[in-house]
């Protein structure tokens, strides 16, 4: 059973900002941690983590990897203090597995945009709302996994709320081994 669309975005942003910023005060001091900051990490495999939290008391297991190249038109628009990640996550508390969203940090998406997910030659759509990114037709969360873990690499392509065209690739050596040692945790 899939969440609605509200819960597929905010239980997982609520869950990932309990990670991401544990105070104000500290974000002021230092950069942020990052969504792995109050998390255990499992394993690293390739460019991939795998980790688990408990925020709010629910059990969150995840597959996480930050681009390994990212280019902005206008240039230079995004700086090391925004860092994007992309997510594949599993909440058995709300009997989702195999989510894949993105999370961007210091800035929001275009209002009413879409980012574009591209591996090897297949295609798929997300929907973004703020900071968030997911897969448009749920339906279709398999069918990209199956071909990230098949594939070198992914690109997702979208609009900054500031007009920004971002493009984040993100390497796909070690998807495999992450998702499933997560989905292994949350079982």
């Known amino acids: 059973m899939r969440p609605t669309t509200q819960n597929r975005l905010v239980l997982p942003l609520a869950a990932l900002a309990a990670l991401v910023l544990p ?11 990052g969504p792995t900051a109050q998390a255990t ?8 983590g ?9 059990k969150v297991c995840f597959a996480l990897a930050k681009p390994s190249s ?51 030659g297949a295609n798929f759509a ?16 398999a069918k990209l996994i199956d071909t990230m873990r098949k594939g070198a690499d992914v690109v997702i392509k979208a609009t900054t709320s500031r007009g920004t065209q971002t493009t984040d690739t993100f390497s796909l050596k070690g998807i495999s081994q992450a998702v499933e ?7």
Request: aromatic fraction near 8%.
């Open 70 to 120: 990212q280019v902005d038109n206008p240039p230079n628009r995004r700086t090391a203090a925004n860092p994007v990640y992309l997510f594949i996550s599993t909440r058995p508390a709300e009997k989702v597995s195999n989510e894949v969203s993105v999370l961007i940090t210091g800035y929001t998406f275009k209002p009413n945009s879409e980012a574009s997910v591209a591996v090897g």
């Open 23 to 33: 105070s104000v005060a500290l974000a002021q001091a230092r950069p942020p941690a």
């Open 126 to 141: 997300m929907y973004t709302q703020n900071d968030g990114a997911w897969v448009k037709n749920a339906a279709e969360e």
């Open 181 to 187: 040692r997560a989905a292994q945790e949350c079982r």
């Open 41 to 48: 990490l499992l394993g690293q495999f390739g460019d991939w």
């Open 50 to 58: 795998a980790y688990s939290a408990a925020p709010g008391g629910q």
